[in-house]
């Protein structure tokens, strides 16, 4: 079912439709129902969504089309408006749907905790806050009366592995300009579903993590609290394969050091593979108290508070540049919140 809402602002006319998001739409985050409970894996579902019936002015009056596309060797209505979605609108989703991802409610077919980082970071490669894409209208031979809409980008191919079905919104808001129409288009997850709090499941991870630092002295808890370091401590791996000053790369001497610390950053930030660096137990130390810190580019600042003798020791060079695993730029904004909140000048 869709519903349209029609408003003028301004000036200018505004219509929004809002169409919910059905498990026969999404591609990776299906649910195990009857039908599917004994097969390997899933339906991969329609990359069309239904808007309506072909003959409902809640769609027939919504898009234009006035162009053609050709998509899997046959030939669409295409529309030469421009789509879009908001960067910002599907990280606010994804860390919103963080608790469902993680402690799910539905009964997913799959683990879907395992590429929600995928996720994010695709997101994130985006250089643009609006990312636009165009849509067709993609009627079936068999159901010429429903109305449905695709798009062959990207980002709608992103869109579908992102969403949960029967708990989102899809919404759809058209600006008519007065040299073209545009459609944006808004991801939200119903309010039940959403916890603001930490679940459980990263409550318990971090609580591990406070018991291997007390614990770390127990050869034997250094290699079982690698489980409770858990998932933090493998996204730094898959960002970064060594302590940039000793060179040492076996996961049982490295700690997984935040840059922006777990009490102030959120769901997704907590678990980011670029929020921190893999070192040393004595180089997390100053890390982590703020008496070491980086330029984006690597560049090692010291504290004035760090004795001369332990910069002579631990051969701490100011002005070096190190090898921090930041050739993308998204250690950035925790190196940054690392300069001017926890280094200590």
């Known amino acids: 079912m869709s519903k349209r809402i029609e408003q003028y602002e301004n000036g200018s006319y505004q219509s929004t439709l809002t169409v919910a998001i059905s498990d026969s739409f999404v591609s990776r985050n299906k649910l195990r129902t009857e039908r599917n409970a004994s097969k390997t894996k899933p339906s991969s579902g329609e990359s069309r969504i239904y808007i309506g019936s072909q003959s409902s002015p809640v769609a027939s009056s919504f898009f234009s089309f006035t162009g053609t596309v050709k998509y899997l060797k046959n030939d669409f209505a295409a529309s030469n408006a421009n789509c879009f ?42 250089s643009e806050e609006k990312i636009y894409f165009k849509v067709f209208n993609h009627r079936g031979k068999k159901d010429t009366e429903r109305f449905y809409i695709n798009s062959d980008s990207e980002i709608w191919s992103i869109f579908r592995k992102i969403a949960l079905p029967h708990i989102s919104t899809l919404s759809i808001t058209k600006s008519v300009g007065p040299n073209q129409d545009e459609y944006e288009f808004l991801l939200s997850i119903k309010e039940k579903f959403v916890d603001r709090e930490m679940p459980t499941v990263i409550r318990e991870i971090y609580e591990d993590a406070e018991q291997y630092e007390e614990e770390e002295t127990d050869a034997l808890s250094l290699v079982t609290s690698r489980k409770g370091q858990g998932k933090f401590k493998n996204r730094l791996l898959e960002t970064m394969k060594n302590c940039p000053f000793t060179g040492i790369s076996d996961p049982i001497l490295l700690r997984a050091s935040h840059a922006k610390p777990w009490s102030e950053s959120n769901n997704l930030e907590r678990l980011d593979g670029y929020n921190g660096l893999l070192l040393t137990p004595t180089y997390d130390v100053l890390f982590d108290r703020g008496l070491i810190s980086f330029e984006d580019d690597g560049t090692l600042l010291i504290s004035p508070l760090v004795s001369k003798e332990i910069i002579q020791k631990l051969n701490l060079i100011s002005g070096e540049t190190y090898g921090i695993s930041n050739g993308t730029g998204k250690r950035s904004p925790y190196l940054k919140y690392h300069r001017e909140n926890i280094f200590k000048q």
């Not at 606010?92 to 970071?121: R, W």
């Open 85 to 126: 979605f908001l960067k910002s609108n599907l990280l606010e989703y994804l860390e919103l749907a963080f608790k469902e991802y993680h402690e799910p409610a539905q009964n997913y077919f799959y683990d879907i905790s395992e590429y929600y980082f995928e996720l994010k970071e695709k997101l994130e490669d985006y």
